[in-house]
């Protein structure tokens, strides 16, 4: 997947014209504001070929230039290429506790954001219905008005890539359901249904973290479990099903609490939202809010020994990762973020006392660098992708 996410490099042939399209929009996509000197550089195409490409781009509506301010740079100024924030997409991400909806544009850019809290689980019609409104209201009400391209989905279920359609979500009790055609049929656009944890991925290898590095693992804690993904020499690790990188169901030593998934101490058993909320005496907070609870809670002998046991058994589990993987980076993103700010030594010092030194010694251990955006921007990304594939296919006239 990673291969396919990144820019290609270009050729000069003019058969080739839908592919350089590509690159030089997905690139502009992935690095707003890039020079055209820079673009020139890494797309590996020359000049005047770069400089026909942005304007077929600019005229489709899909990047602008903008001239540089005088004096910026050495040599001949080089004018920024930024791709139009105002096509977009929307972003749904469904969970135990709330479904949270947002509009993000070409270049990461969160137009805005909704989160609907839930009372019980939401169902797939629900989730339809609030998809529904939220899309007319986020057309109505940002400015300049939004050209919705297409939805992306992140939901914590094994999802069947080839129609969209959930295989079981636990969490959220939903058993087969045709979640993507629902949407698509409502929305009146493509959609496109991923498990949130490879979304999360996606977004932290284009625009977080994970940027440039070949080799990483990515641990992502939600309200509803621990996820994960690995890109492996650049490739998204997929597996026969697309079910691979279920991380947090490897069992964790001392584990012994049943999970869902039929086994016992399971990673997500273990390293849990809802335990450390419970240790908070919450029942849900906004992800946003959850590194401020915890640093107000930092004296509470609770919530510390709870972090702290927590840290021990994530640890343990990443020391195997490593083993496996030899990564670059473990990159820790959603609630394992939170925790790894709570405690970056403690976590730091637990990695390298449980795991093979020298296979330890090169990876590093980063938080997720897309915060609340993560999973918004990972869906946003699936869905741009037919459009950063085949620009001119895709492209339309942007509204007034
Ligand atoms: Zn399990």
Redo the contacts with the bound molecule.
């Keep these: 997947m990673a291969r396919t996410l990144a820019p290609g490099r270009g050729s000069r042939l003019d058969a080739t014209r839908r592919h350089n399209l590509s690159t030089i929009l997905t690139t502009a996509h992935h690095h707003p504001g890039v020079s055209r000197a820079e673009l020139t550089r890494l797309s590996g195409l020359n000049r005047s070929t770069v400089g026909a490409l942005v304007a077929e781009l600019s005229e489709l509506k899909l990047v602008r230039e903008v001239a540089p301010a005088e004096h910026s740079s050495r040599g001949r100024p080089s004018p920024h290429i930024y791709p139009r924030a105002e096509v977009t997409a929307l972003a749904i991400n469904p969970d135990y506790d709330a479904v949270v909806i947002g509009l993000v544009g070409l270049g990461g850019t969160v137009h805005q954001r909704e989160r609907h809290p839930w009372k019980g689980t939401p169902s797939v019609a629900e989730t339809v219905q609030v998809a529904t409104s939220a899309l007319e209201r986020l057309r109505r009400d940002t400015k300049p008005t939004p050209w919705v391209i297409a939805a992306g989905v992140a939901v914590p279920a094994l999802v069947r890539s080839d129609d969209s359609s959930i295989v079981r979500a636990v969490h959220l009790d939903w058993t087969e359901e045709p979640l993507g055609e629902m949407l698509a049929a409502a929305l009146d656009l493509p959609v496109v249904v991923r498990n949130d944890a490879r979304v999360a991925t996606i977004a932290e290898t284009v625009f977080g973290a994970g940027r440039g590095v070949r080799d990483l693992v990515y641990l992502n804690g939600s309200p509803s479990g621990v996820g994960g993904g690995a890109i492996v020499d650049g490739v998204t690790l997929r597996g026969q099903d697309g079910f691979g990188g279920e991380m947090?169901?490897t069992a964790v030593a001392g584990g012994r609490e049943q999970?869902?998934?039929?086994?016992r101490g399971?990673l997500?058993?273990e390293v849990s939202l809802v335990r450390l909320l419970a240790a908070l005496g919450r029942e849900s907070v906004d992800p946003r809010d959850l590194d401020d609870e915890l640093s107000r809670a930092a004296a509470n002998p609770t919530v510390r020994a709870e972090i702290q046991r927590q840290m021990t058994v994530l640890a343990g589990a990443i020391g195997n990762f490593i083993s496996i993987f030899n990564p670059e980076l473990v990159i820790l993103g959603g609630f394992l973020g939170s925790l790894y700010t709570a405690a970056p030594q403690m976590l730091d010092s637990a990695v390298a006392r449980d795991s093979f030194a020298q296979i330890s010694a090169s990876a590093r251990i980063e938080r997720a660098q897309l915060g609340s955006r993560l999973l918004l921007v990972g869906a946003a990304e699936l869905a741009f992708l037919p459009l950063l594939r085949d620009p001119a296919a895709h492209a339309q006239p942007v509204p007034k």
Excluded: Y
């Excluded at 999970?259 to 086994?263: D, E, L, S, V, Y």
């Design positions: 947090g169901h999970c869902h998934c039929g086994r399971c997500e058993t």
